[in-house]
């Protein structure tokens, strides 16, 4: 059982370091390549097919073939990881409206609402939330993590939304800019921009931790 | 930035749309991806946007991820798609060279357009290959293959990678390589299709 465990170990998982492992130990063998003009012909023939069957097989690109682009492409410039996760949101936010029709979170709530005859009161009553609290979660005037995440799993499901549409909006949320901050920081000193800078930090590392307790608690209503 | 004490963990949490998971994620992957486009001939800007718009799908599909490849291996797969809908499309837009091959030429007929068949058959043949390739030993030749031939390296290249000291070294481990993968193949099909 274990051999054949390991002769199934796949090539195409090993990383470069385990390959130049091996490449290095046991013993040097002579170079000499064997002088067998058809069997050459043929191996050729066989890396070739080897090739084009891998490229149609719908494989993903082997670790090594991974691990040298690392090594060898070295990018003009990094990227930070802000940046990266804005671009990423920003897909995101594109893949939505494409998916669900809506601009928003809110929109979404609101148009599935409409299409399933429930009135806002209904709505409001099914997601535990007062009146004015549930329309100015369908105005996205209030981020969802501050529903209750119970009450929104229940209405979720009665106008049968899915989970994953309602976490993804809540990512695009979390990954925008605050724009409290930068107003502060327009009309206040430099000082003043550093503390409401370092402010709008905390408060975000803040919200997006109660968002993390909230979707567990929303997940978990499904 | 909140640690994930293992994998699993880490992967729940992506389930979730925790963004301290998806930020890690990022973190670990995001670089090798856009370097992986690079690799491919694409510019700094398309790798990015190849990058970003793979981690999106990522984000789409992470709940019926299933963790057989790796997540390095499985956003790798899902960029390399956007990469051939990419070449595709440039493909799509006709240049002066595909019409003329369109038309065809008196001593040249056009060629025939690829039915897909071989495509599909192709594809049904990889698992005895893949099977193939895990049984060659030493690990050094199967190595080289990959390397060589799936990976499109040449020989220098796959030299250097695997820190060989030569070209021609490269050379008679692919060719021991598939010296080896034939030999399996040919016992395969002797055993039949249990092998």
């Known amino acids: 059982?274990?051999?054949?465990?390991?002769?199934?170990?796949?090539?195409?998982?090993?990383?470069?370091?385990?390959?130049?492992?091996?490449?290095?130990?046991?013993?040097?063998?002579?170079?000499?390549?064997?002088?067998?003009?058809?069997?050459?012909?043929?191996?050729?023939?066989?890396?070739?097919?080897?090739?084009?069957v891998y490229s149609a097989s719908g494989e993903p690109p082997t670790r090594s073939a991974l691990d040298w682009a690392f090594e060898q492409f070295q990018p003009q410039r990094e990227v930070d990881i802000a940046s990266a996760m804005a671009a990423i949101s920003a897909h995101?936010?594109?893949?939505?409206?494409?998916?669900?029709?809506?601009?928003?979170?809110?929109?979404?709530?609101?148009?599935?609402?409409?299409?399933?005859?429930?009135s806002v009161a209904e709505a409001s009553t099914l997601a535990s939330m007062a009146e004015p609290a549930y329309r100015n979660l369908e105005m996205d005037r209030m981020p969802a993590w501050l529903a209750p995440a119970q009450g929104l799993a229940t209405l979720?499901?009665?106008?049968?939304?899915?989970?994953?549409?309602?976490?993804?909006?809540?990512?695009?949320?979390?990954?925008?800019?605050?724009?409290?901050?930068?107003?502060?920081?327009?009309?206040?000193?430099?000082?003043?921009?550093?503390?409401?800078?370092?402010?709008?930090?905390?408060?975000?590392?803040?919200?997006?931790?109660?968002?993390?307790?909230?979707?567990?608690?929303?997940?978990?209503?499904? | 930035m909140a640690g994930f004490g293992d994998r699993d963990e880490l992967l729940a949490a992506l389930k979730r749309f925790d963004p301290f998971a998806w930020e890690r994620l990022v973190g670990d992957?995001?670089?090798?991806?856009?370097?992986?486009?690079?690799?491919?001939?694409?510019?700094?800007?398309?790798?990015?946007?190849?990058?970003?718009?793979?981690?999106?799908?990522?984000?789409?599909?992470?709940?019926?991820?299933?963790?057989d490849k790796g997540l390095d291996r499985w956003l790798a797969q899902i960029a390399w798609n956007q990469m051939l809908k990419r070449w595709a499309a440039a493909k799509a837009a006709p240049t002066i060279e595909d019409i003329d091959g369109l038309v065809g030429t008196k001593d040249e007929p056009r060629a025939a357009p690829s039915s897909g068949v071989n495509?599909?058959?192709?594809?049904?043949?990889?698992?005895?290959?893949?099977?193939?390739?895990?049984?060659i030993r030493p690990r050094k030749y199967a190595d080289a293959v990959v390397m060589h031939d799936i990976n499109g390296m040449g020989y220098p290249e796959v030299a250097a990678a695997l820190h060989l000291g030569s070209a021609e070294a490269a050379r008679v481990y692919v060719f021991r390589g598939r010296k080896a993968l034939k030999a399996i193949l040919e016992k395969q099909a002797e055993d039949g299709p249990k092998c």
Not at chain 1, 16 to 24: A, F, H, N, T, V
Request: hydrophobic content about 35%; proline content about 3%.
């Open chain 1, 92 to 118: 995101i936010e594109r893949d939505l409206v494409k998916e669900t029709g809506a601009r928003s979170l809110g929109e979404m709530l609101s148009r599935a609402r409409s299409q399933s005859g429930v």
């Open chain 1, 1 to 52: 059982m274990l051999k054949d465990a390991v002769s199934m170990e796949n090539p195409l998982n090993r990383s470069l370091d385990e390959m130049r492992k091996d490449s290095q130990g046991g013993e040097r063998e002579p170079l000499e390549l064997e002088q067998d003009l058809v069997a050459g012909a043929e191996l050729e023939a066989l890396g070739q097919g080897l090739a084009e």
């Open chain 2, 29 to 67: 992957h995001y670089s090798r991806i856009r370097r992986f486009a690079l690799s491919r001939r694409f510019s700094e800007v398309d790798a990015d946007e190849i990058a970003s718009e793979a981690f999106a799908i990522a984000a789409r599909r992470i709940r019926s991820y299933v963790p």
């Open chain 1, 156 to 222: 979720c499901r009665r106008l049968g939304i899915d989970s994953d549409p309602v976490l993804r909006w809540c990512v695009v949320r979390l990954a925008a800019p605050s724009h409290s901050a930068h107003g502060r920081r327009a009309s206040g000193q430099m000082d003043d921009a550093a503390k409401s800078e370092e402010g709008s930090r905390r408060a975000r590392e803040d919200m997006r931790s109660k968002y993390v307790a909230w979707s567990k608690s929303f997940s978990d209503g499904f």
């Open chain 2, 119 to 135: 495509e599909g058959r192709r594809a049904n043949a990889w698992p005895n290959l893949d099977l193939g390739l895990s049984r």
